[in-house]
């Protein structure tokens, strides 16, 4: 059964570093989505990202934050700066025009 | 705007015993509704959805919600759980925008005791 994928499965960082998160969606899926979720607290949408460009962004979007689609495969989410903050589990998740969404298994940030 | 609330933050229980977890949500929109799971340290699997149709709506592994549009819930319930049941569930909605973004419940931990 195809699913997403994200990698890497864990990050560290220095505060006010870059960090690439990647994601490989569902090959033939067309809206795709980042999540977070900070330890102890509810999943939060960031981002959605349809026909190459940004759909919909949460007020945690900043302009420390970008997404990008440069292959047709890959789904990267950016973090230009990173903050303390910033330390979260990020999901990505992708879908048909159906509803449904899935997600991948996440990346576990930690900005030190 | 929507929200979802989830009005147990944790549910113990032991073996065999059934189980609700209980969502509320608020939309001012016609809604699709969602119950993902989040096994430890994995991320979160579709356990279920109300889309249309039939307002209760099953999983494969026992579990079914129940769509009340006149209460704006959807809890999940399960007859007999097991302990591979123990997991943080998720409520979550979608709707009023065409590009479907998700929101969440604060979760409820299901922690089922042998």
């Known amino acids: 059964e195809p699913e997403v994928t994200q990698t890497p499965s864990h990050q560290v960082t220095q505060m006010g570093q870059e960090v690439i998160l990647r994601c490989v969606p569902i090959?033939?899926?067309?809206?795709f989505y980042w999540y977070r979720q900070i330890l102890g607290q509810k999943v939060e949408f960031l981002v959605s990202?349809?026909?190459?460009?940004?759909?919909?962004k949460s007020e945690i979007f900043d302009d420390q934050f970008s997404v990008e689609r440069p292959d047709g495969s890959n789904f990267t989410l950016k973090i230009r700066s990173t903050k303390l903050e910033d330390s979260a589990m990020y999901f990505c998740?992708?879908?048909?025009?159906?509803?449904?969404?899935?997600f991948g298994p996440g990346t576990r940030l930690l900005v030190l | 705007a929507q929200s979802v609330t989830q009005l147990d933050s944790q549910v113990p229980v032991f073996e065999e015993a059934p189980v609700e977890l209980r969502c509320n949500y608020s939309?001012?929109?016609?809604?699709?509704l969602f119950w993902y799971v989040q096994y430890p340290n994995q991320g979160l699997q579709l356990l279920l959805k109300?889309?249309?149709?039939?307002?209760l709506v099953e999983s494969i592994n026992g579990f079914e919600a129940e769509f009340n549009k006149s209460q704006t819930s959807f809890h999940l319930r399960k007859p007999s759980v097991h302990i591979s049941d123990t997991a943080e569930y998720f409520c979550?909605?979608?709707?009023?925008?065409?590009?479907?973004?998700?929101?969440f419940g604060q979760g409820t931990i299901l922690t089922v005791h042998p």
């Open positions: 998740a992708s879908r048909t025009d159906q509803e449904t969404q899935y």
């Open positions: 090959s033939n899926h067309l809206y």
């Open positions: 990202f349809y026909n190459n460009e940004i759909s919909e």
């Open positions: 939309s001012s929109v016609s809604v699709y």
């Open positions: 109300y889309l249309s149709g039939s307002t």
């Open positions: 979550a909605v979608a709707g009023g925008t065409s590009y479907g973004k998700l929101t």
